[in-house]
């Protein structure tokens, strides 16, 4: 398909159907047009939460949300201002569609709009893994997640763990046959793209190249496990589990919920979609009849490094239905736009399905906003003569790279002065085009696009020594930084403080600040007094952790006062606090201790300017003052600047001659991505896609120049230098080696001398009709900017005046109950409750008679091995929400939960036997008279919610009306509940001064099991605990959990109040979802399972309650005056 063979995507056209594939060059305001085909679908009847939009930075995801949300809110205002008699014409193209039709449409599309508002928190507006992991809990025992995983974002370090445990077991016996260096390399490159096949396939497994095939094969197998037992999540892990559900025997079942669930699906960004992102969207929404459009721009697919596969999107781009492209740019100006189109043509930029498309200016931007610049064409192009006095040239006659990028730097400098001294100003207009005032062009302007973080710290040096303010965002990972080595110092030093050696290394840190003279010079007594403070400091860190350290450090060295004094302090003092919140991190969600959080400095530092491109780690801006802003093209793309220079598109990426792993696309089978791993060279098959890697990465090239050059609105800059390797340079290859079709060679051929370059390039300006100027860089020395005096203004410390509500928190039972029991846990081991317990607590409840107790302590708990602890509880729970109750393989179904659960987290169970002996049990036990002996085991799974969360506003919310106390909680339980009831006796234990009597905020929670019944009672709360009710050495027997027994429990435990705020949660939700919702008719059953006391069918019976249940129904009235009184609580 040729560039013109692509139609013009309309917004007013018909809403797509099918799969779309719109493609949005840059410029072209993809976010504005994802913002208006969801308006329009929303107001043509596609409710909010129907509609899925997915991108893949959270970062972007926040602004399409509030770009969204301001389309549908000004639709909505400009829909009322026509109503009112406005002229439709002041309005967009959309507006004025949605407008038109009769008053009942457009009446009807403006409501819907109105709900969408009212209903948008709703939306589903996330990153591609929030939507994976948000799709995943829905499916709940069809996921293969565990229901307790903790996400982490980085798992580097257990990858290296697992190779060298791989490597050690591998060579333990014989020697290696390749180092342990090289086994890294193969292993982490197959970790880090999953899903990539690995070659040679073929090879013996007693080969070098088949060792290394297994070892990256035995790598990925072995990180699962550990991932899995230790119940991490990654993000790759998201994925893989979607599309491996997609792909299974429920497949089909998974992707009909999703065709449910959403009606609509936007992607953005889909050019950075790989294949295994593109089978999720095939699959669940492709194949069912979902509407798809998938809104990317292969030009700008350049970020293969982070496991982005432009093929993916053009395989889907030759699957879709459609594939329309936006035409217009609403970034650069008209004549910006001429010089790209000579530049690039039409130019294949690293595929023969990625082409440059030209497009044209929005109205608004036709005629040229920036002026009175030194140079006025558009676009600039700057050459390095060979002969100027600093460039030194090779034996054969081309310009040494080092020496040619060192006179670009001092060239660009100075060219950035002489634009900052022009009075250039820029043209600021109204939407209709008409100028509306101009603003002079300032550091703030001006961006420099680089390929290398080493590039960018080259330009910055020359910026600042012309006296231009420079920033580098993102420069490089923070751990490459002084302040990285100064924390790890320090942290050594205060490992062992009474080291002398360590503490000499501390004191010249940033940290303390010494002078060497001074270290030379201090006394004995100095050190002393320097080592006690390391002791002090280390006790700081280990009672309050290193934020606290930090702020001690900090306050007591004056670091800020002392660094921002010296040149380059506000950087190190922006990465010092950079590093800290980044140990803080670590140190808290991996529990380490000093040692252990050193060694984890020490291995980041090591790996450099390798882990730059985690957005936690790249190096923050230390300064937000007005600045040239130097970042690298992948930082710089999404973003767009008034003037841009790019001096380094001459110069290309070095890529290793080196045996390493070869990443490429193998069209023998399918496109697909492959590792080539045998890494030797006298192997015709990896040479072959050793060569294919490097085009590969070289065809990103040329896509990178386009991301860096089309990031202008109204100049761009660059340099040519004829090194030898500017051949294979994106600027060399589009300029001097494409042919008439477009087509780019991989790598090119020649370094044209500095005329024939000049010559080609004025061919370029002569067609762009004067939007591009050549030019002779030409260093002038001594240039230095002068910025414009401002006068001084008095500051003021502001004063901090706002009162600040201590006690709105979010809050739950375990915080209300924390201080009652402070060192238990819901299944640790209490005593056991005595018969004359009963005193303690008013209980109108006979005792059992002699034989009863004889037959409730004849059986032991089929439980009563099991033990104890929070982990027991939680692995339980897991196991019950799994479990289909009305399986008719009971046995079978908690078997595989509970294999399946040990799979993924380690835990010592006892027999797993008898675990899924006494949950059977459990699950066929009657609950009892209350329950008209009703059983979970005849609970369908379609009736069932499991871990129904909820977060219910208190007394207002964010907007407090008042304060809830328990005290409050207490009346109305005195009220509501008779004196023959068996919790008659709980409202005295509200007045418990260890529970935190006044709650503001929201009540946040979920409920085990909520049960909907088709007979009696309509609905069912049911709470599983694990208490081992037992005195310790004591057998266990159903005896301790009889009905007297359990009300003692429910009371001294605070399950009461548990039940009752579940019963408020419950009843808010039906008040939300059931239309005829009655709360007296509808208050449910709540059951407390204690499992260890349950049987089954054998279960005791005692007073007419089994053993091991605990089953009660809230008085009428209880529960909707309990819900009034959180809602209005009592006065402030």
């Known amino acids: 398909m040729t560039a013109a063979d692509v139609a013009e995507f309309d917004l007013c056209g018909p809403l797509p159907e099918g799969v779309t594939v719109l493609e949005a060059s840059a410029g072209t305001g993809k976010t504005y047009a994802i913002a208006a085909l969801a308006t329009r679908y929303v107001a043509e009847g596609i409710p909010l939460d129907q509609l899925l939009i997915v991108t893949f930075t959270r970062m972007a995801t926040g602004e399409l949300r509030d770009r969204v949300r301001h389309r549908l809110a000004s639709t909505r205002e400009a829909l009322d201002a026509i109503a009112a008699g406005a002229a439709p014409g002041v309005y967009d193209e959309v507006v004025r569609l949605l407008a038109s039709g009769t008053s009942a449409e457009v009446a009807r599309r403006r409501d819907r709009i109105v709900r969408a508002l009212a209903e948008f928190d709703a939306a589903t507006i996330t990153t591609i893994h929030s939507f994976c992991q948000e799709a995943l809990g829905e499916l709940g025992f069809a996921a293969d997640l565990d229901r307790d995983h903790r996400f982490q974002e980085d798992v580097r370090d257990l990858a290296e763990e697992v190779v060298d445990d791989l490597y050690v077991r591998g060579f333990l016996t014989r020697p290696p046959h390749f180092r342990r260096a090289e086994a890294g390399r193969v292993a982490l490159k197959a970790i880090d793209n999953p899903s990539a096949v690995l070659e040679p396939r073929a090879a013996g ?189 090779t034996s054969g006659g081309t310009a040494s790279p080092a020496s040619a990028r060192a006179y670009v730097a001092r060239d660009l400098a100075a060219d950035v002065v002489a634009l900052l001294e022009s009075g250039a ?315 008439a079709d477009g087509n780019v060679p991989a790598t090119g051929s020649f370094t044209p001398t500095d005329e024939a370059a000049t010559d080609r390039f004025r061919q370029l300006a002569a067609a762009a009709a004067g939007a591009i100027a050549v030019e002779r860089a030409t260093v002038v020395d001594g240039v230095r900017w002068s910025p414009p005096q401002e006068p001084w203004t008095l500051l003021e410390a502001a004063t901090f005046d706002r009162a600040l509500d201590q006690r709105w928190r979010r809050t739950s039972f375990t915080t209300i109950t924390a201080g009652a029991f402070e060192a238990r846990v819901a299944s640790e081991l209490e005593e056991a409750p005595g018969a004359d317990d009963a005193v303690e607590i008013p209980l109108l409840l006979p005792s059992p008679s002699g034989d009863d107790r004889a037959t409730a302590s004849a059986a ?56 899924a002996g006494g949950l059977r049990a459990a699950i066929e036990t009657p609950l009892g008279e209350l329950a008209g002996g009703w059983r979970l085991r005849d609970l369908p799974r379609s009736a069932r919610l499991d871990e129904m969360g909820f977060e219910l506003p208190l007394v207002g919310g964010d907007a407090p009306t008042g304060e809830l106390t328990l005290s409050a909680v207490a009346a109305v339980l005195r009220a509501h509940v008779a004196p023959d009831d068996p919790l008659a006796g709980y409202a005295e234990r509200l007045s418990d001064p260890a529970l935190r009597s006044h709650l503001r905020g929201y009540l946040a929670g979920a409920i085990d099991l909520v049960a909907r019944r088709a007979e009696g009672v309509p609905y069912a709360i049911v709470d599983y605990k694990t208490n081992r009710l037992a005195a310790a050495g004591e057998a266990l027997t159903p005896w301790h959990y009889r009905p007297a027994a359990l009300a003692i429990e429910m009371q001294r435990s605070h399950y009461v109040l548990q039940a009752l705020l579940y019963a408020v949660a419950l009843h808010r939700y039906l008040r939300w979802r059931v239309e005829d919702h009655h709360p007296d008719r509808d208050r449910p059953l709540i059951v407390y399972a204690f499992l260890r006391g349950m049987a089954g069918s054998a279960t005791p019976v005692l007073d007419g309650a089994p053993c091991g249940v605990f089953a009660w129904r809230p008085p009428e009235g209880l529960v909707p005056a309990l819900s009034d009184v959180f809602e209005e609580g009592t006065a402030a």
């Open 860 to 915: 032991v708990s089929l439980l009563s091995e099991l033990p104890a602890g929070a982990r027991i509880g939680t692995f339980v729970h897991s196991v019950l929400e799994a479990t289909d109750f009305a399986a008719s393989d009971l046995d079978g179904e908690l078997t595989a939960h509970i294999g399946a659960a040990l799979d993924r987290r380690r835990i010592d169970v006892g027999d797993p036997a008898a675990l």
């Open 425 to 739: 100003r820029i043209e600021t207009r109204d939407s209709d085009g008409r100028a509306v005032g101009h603003t002079p062009v300032g550091p703030g302007d001006v961006a420099v696009l680089v390929r290398r973080n080493v590039q960018a710290r080259e330009i910055k040096t020359a910026l600042e020594a012309a006296g231009v303010p420079a920033v580098v965002a993102g420069g490089g990972s923070v751990f490459a930084s002084e302040s990285a080595r100064d924390w790890l110092v320090l942290l050594q030093a205060l490992e062992r403080p009474e080291l002398l050696a360590r503490a000499r290394a501390a004191a010249l840190t940033a940290f303390l600040g010494w002078s060497a003279v001074r270290v030379a010079a201090a006394a004995e007594d100095a050190w002393d007094e320097l080592q006690q403070r390391l002791h002090a400091w280390a006790g700081v860190m280990r009672r309050h952790g290193v934020a606290a350290l930090t702020e001690t450090i900090t306050s007591s060295e004056r670091v800020s006062v002392r660094l921002l004094e010296i040149v380059g302090g506000e950087r190190r003092l922006t990465d010092l606090r950079h590093v800290g919140e980044l140990l803080h991190a670590a140190s808290a969600d991996e529990q380490l201790g000093i040692t252990a959080l050193a060694a984890w400095l020490r291995r980041r530092i090591e790996a450099g300017d390798r882990d730059a491109d985690a957005d936690d780690r790249a190096r923050r801006l230390e300064s937000d003052a007005e600045a040239v802003q130097v970042l690298t093209v992948h930082r710089s793309k999404g973003l767009e600047f008034p003037i841009v220079y790019c001096p380094y598109l001459w110069d290309p990426i070095w890529i290793p001659n080196e045996p390493l792993p070869a990443t490429f696309h193998d069209a023998a089978n399918g496109g697909a991505r492959t590792i080539d791993v045998a890494l030797d060279e006298d192997n015709q098959d990896y040479r072959r896609h050793q060569r294919q890697d490097k085009e590969e990465q070289l065809g990103e090239e040329l896509r990178l120049a386009y991301v860096a050059l089309t990031r202008a609105r109204h100049q761009a800059v660059v340099w040519w230098a004829g090194s030898w390797s500017s051949r294979n340079s994106a600027l060399g290859r589009l300029v001097f080696e494409r042919d």
């Open 205 to 393: 497994r007693s080969t070098y190249a088949g060792m290394r095939v297994g070892l990256a094969t035995a790598a990925r197998a072995e990180l699962d496990r550990r991932k899995r037992a230790a119940a991490l999540v990654t993000f790759d892990d998201l994925l893989l589990r979607l599309r491996d559900a997609l792909e299974g025997p429920d497949g089909e079942a998974v992707a009909a919920r999703l065709h449910r669930r959403y009606r609509i699906a936007l992607v953005d960004e889909f050019q950075d979609t790989d294949p295994d992102q593109w089978a999720i969207m095939r699959r669940a929404f492709a194949a069912t009849g979902t509407t798809l459009v998938l809104i990317g721009d292969p030009k700008q697919a350049v970020y293969s490094f982070r496991g982005a596969d432009v093929f993916a999107y053009l395989d889907a781009a030759r699957a879709a239905d459609a594939h329309p492209t936006l035409r217009v740019n609403w970034r650069s100006d008209q004549r910006l736009l001429d010089a790209y189109d000579a530049l690039f043509g039409a130019a294949r930029l690293g595929h023969d399905e990625i082409v440059y498309r030209q497009v044209r200016a929005a109205a608004a931007n036709r005629a040229p906003r920036l002026h009175g610049a030194p140079g006025a064409a558009p676009l600039r192009i700057r050459v390095v003569p060979r002969d100027a006095p600093t460039v030194r040239l």
